[in-house]
């Protein structure tokens, strides 16, 4: 058995609570060897979780359609209700698509842990960096599990309550008192009943599942960009620092490593700028809607459904906040390059290591970002703006009502 020190070297780590996520879903992704390529039966069971959300979703447009058509009022969970599992089924369908990227992904980080490895002085405080994204990681899964939790109690007590009086109720249900705020287009029996619940758990986990999941994945990512960005700035410093070295070897070395984390950059922007892009756009809304949420259920006396609506809002805006924080960090690291390798002794050196400097401090002037399906850069700047919109989205439907 490993000692813990023994396994904060390994990159298992620090992925591994995610790894096993995705494997009860069926997708086995893999850092330490190469696996083949996901066959559709892979990805079969986020396929059919997702199937439930897009049926989920039909049933609480009906019920919208229903409520508008005998001109009663929409209780506003639904529209939130409607965005997150939008937002949920998106996010579900993408990591699907781009799984076979999200394996070369951890293949090229898993190369990069074992080919450059921090000396010993530096290990501490370059794992430091890695334990606390993990625990920003398993601290926010924990969270949004318990606030699915949170959220669905009352409907999940209504059900136990009327499966423990189903003799005295002859066996029907009331359809209204299910998960999820639908309508059914049909008269419920006890069977439709179980099959309605039961789609309905599978979207609640799938939802927090590929929620939970593709945010961790892009803070891991970034972190481990970031991680060996650190390593790369170390060893361009302690090149220039040694005297009389001219080993042009070297110097190549550090340049090909800082090729290889671009490579790796733009892999991670390719596979989650689609996933952000619905991000921002839904969680705009989404913090909209909660706002509008907490002041009817407030006026109402409500004091719950404010509660809950607060802690829907905390979360979006932990969500957009998560992104924005780990790839504006990603963007610096890599910004900062070029400010080391130029503040370095470059000069003295003969000509040819001059122009290896200079390449890498051309490329590294060019500034890497994530964005939202190349739209705009995401980064701190960035959330003031989504905030800034949705405070217009719910002044523009206050001037509307």
Not at 56 to 65: A, D, K, N, P, V
Not at 112 to 132: C, F, G, H, M, V
Not at 143 to 151: A, E, H, S
Request: with cysteine; net charge positive; glycine share 4%.
């Amino acid at each position: 058995m490993k000692s813990q020190e023994d396994t904060k070297d390994d990159i298992e780590y620090y992925l591994g609570f995610i790894l096993k996520s995705l494997h009860t879903a069926g997708l086995k992704l893999s850092i330490s060897r190469k696996t083949d390529e996901f066959k559709f039966y892979h990805k079969l069971p986020t396929i059919i979780g997702c199937s439930i959300g897009i049926i989920i979703f039909f049933l609480q447009i009906y019920f919208i359609r229903d409520a508008l058509h005998n001109h009663t009022i929409l209780p506003i969970q639904i529209i939130s209700q409607v965005i997150t599992n939008l937002q949920s089924i998106s996010k579900g369908f993408l990591v699907v698509l781009k799984i076979n990227k999200i394996q070369r992904i951890l293949e090229q980080i898993g190369v990069l842990w074992k080919s450059y490895t921090p000396d010993e002085s530096n290990r501490a405080t370059l794992y430091s960096i890695l334990q606390r994204t993990l625990s920003i990681c398993k601290t926010y899964c924990a969270v949004l599990f318990v606030t699915l939790l949170i959220y669905y109690l009352q409907p999940i007590a209504n059900f136990l309550v009327q499966y423990r009086e189903r003799n005295g109720l002859n066996h029907t249900y009331d359809y209204t008192k299910t998960l999820l705020i639908i309508k059914v287009p049909f008269q419920v029996t006890l069977k439709r009943y179980f099959f309605i619940i039961s789609h309905e758990a599978v979207l609640l986990y799938t939802s927090a599942l590929y929620w939970g999941v593709s945010d961790t994945f892009f803070a891991c990512f970034t972190t481990q960009i970031c991680y060996h960005f650190k390593i790369l700035k170390y060893y361009t410093k302690v090149f220039f620092d040694v005297k009389n070295n001219n080993s042009r070897l070297n110097l190549v070395t550090l340049i090909k490593r800082h090729q290889d984390l671009l490579r790796l950059c733009e892999l991670t922007e390719d596979v989650f700028s689609p996933i952000i892009f619905s991000t921002m756009l839904s969680s705009a809304m989404n913090l909209c809607v909660n706002v509008i949420g907490v002041r009817e259920t407030i006026s109402n006396g409500s004091y719950r459904q404010t509660g809950m609506h607060l802690f829907l809002f905390v979360i979006t805006f932990i969500q957009i906040l998560f992104y924005c924080t780990f790839a504006e960090a990603m963007t610096e690291e890599a910004c900062t390059l070029a400010d080391l390798a130029y503040n370095l002794e470059w000069t003295s050196k003969d000509y040819k290591l001059r122009c290896y400097i200079q390449v890498i401090i051309l490329r590294a002037q060019k500034p890497i970002y994530c964005t939202a399906y190349g739209f705009f850069p995401i980064g701190i700047q960035k959330l003031t703006s989504v905030i800034n919109a949705s405070f217009s989205y719910y002044m523009m439907l206050q001037t509307v009502s």
